[in-house]
């Protein structure tokens, strides 16, 4: 046997094999490839995902056309349901009397509710992205990072479709343009990569142990309702926002707000804390991951 590294990210291992050319009486033995995942922590085969980014634009673009296959409004839904969602909160803020720091109430939940509702899509597609492409994973190899990867990219169009109608908020209600909203690929970055992080952990899970999938809806909800979406997160205590900073969304919807509205500005500290809990849960679910890489295709 003999093994023949082939790149950083996978090895062909070639075995002499007997088969019916052989005993036909025909000379010289054939060689089966074996190809497996690159060994190593941290191999993430970077450079195959790079070699790969066909297969990961056509299962981005897979997942958006089964989103909106038979519709009769398409994209538009993309725009409605988190419309909806701020008219239903802005009806329960006005009845409840809820803070909005001075600003438009609608603005207020439309610009925390346009990461989230990414945030929450993105959560809930790559947490059962390996499951759901198991035929594809079983048949053929790649890397498998582009699954879940493919996952968190594809609400990223219904993201860029719905910020239009923040942008006719910002119009509507004549708020100034100023430099904050520079900082908002920063935040969206932060959302991504959060998304990136729990996503690899639920996926890989939820390959291994199917309960997973089903507690994905509760994670989402209760990660909705733990975050700052219809709620100012000046309303906890100062000695609690440090704790509660360690929800990375709370950053980020901080974030948006911030540029938007140009209120007051995320504090330093707990802004640095969220980056880096996303930092630790990021590196953490890419060794998980990799680890699970090697027995992914036998237990889907």
């Not at 066909?54 to 409004?73: G, H």
């Not at 053929?140 to 908020?169: G, N």
């Not at 639920?202 to 700052?228: E, M």
């Amino acid at each position: 046997m003999s093994k023949t590294p082939v790149d950083e990210g996978f090895a062909l291992e070639s075995f002499p094999s007997t088969t019916s050319s052989q005993t036909a009486g025909k000379p010289g033995p054939e060689t089966i490839l074996r190809i497996q995942p690159g060994r190593g922590l941290l191999n993430l085969d970077l450079q195959a995902v790079w070699e790969f980014r066909e297969l990961l634009y056509f299962l981005v673009w897979r997942d958006v056309k089964v989103r909106y296959k038979q519709t009769v409004m398409g994209a538009v839904w993309a725009i409605l349901q988190p419309l909806l969602t701020t008219l239903m909160f802005v009806a329960i803020g006005s009845y409840a009397n809820l803070s909005s720091d001075g600003s438009p109430y609608s603005v207020f939940v439309y610009a925390a509710l346009l990461p989230m509702s990414y945030f929450t899509q993105a959560i809930s597609r790559s947490g059962l992205s390996l499951v759901t492409d198991s035929n594809l994973v079983r048949k053929v190899y790649f890397p498998r990072l582009i699954i879940p990867l493919a996952a968190i990219t594809a609400p990223l169009v219904d993201f860029f479709v719905s910020f239009w109608v923040l942008v006719a908020m910002i119009g509507w209600f004549r708020l100034p343009l100023h430099w904050p909203l520079l900082m908002l690929p920063v935040f969206l970055l932060i959302a991504i990569a959060t998304a990136l992080a729990a996503g690899l952990w639920l996926s890989a899970l939820n390959a291994r142990y199917r309960d997973v999938g089903h507690t994905i809806p509760f994670l989402t909800q209760f990660w909705f309702f733990a975050s700052p979406v219809f709620y100012s997160s000046s309303i906890f205590p100062e000695k609690w926002r440090l704790l509660y900073s360690l929800n990375p969304m709370v950053s980020v919807i901080d974030g948006f707000r911030w540029a938007v509205l140009g209120k007051q500005a995320p504090a330093v500290v707990p802004m640095v804390l969220s980056t880096a809990v996303v930092g630790v849960l990021l590196l953490s679910g890419i060794v998980f991951f990799k680890r699970m890489e090697q027995i992914i295709a036998d237990v889907l």
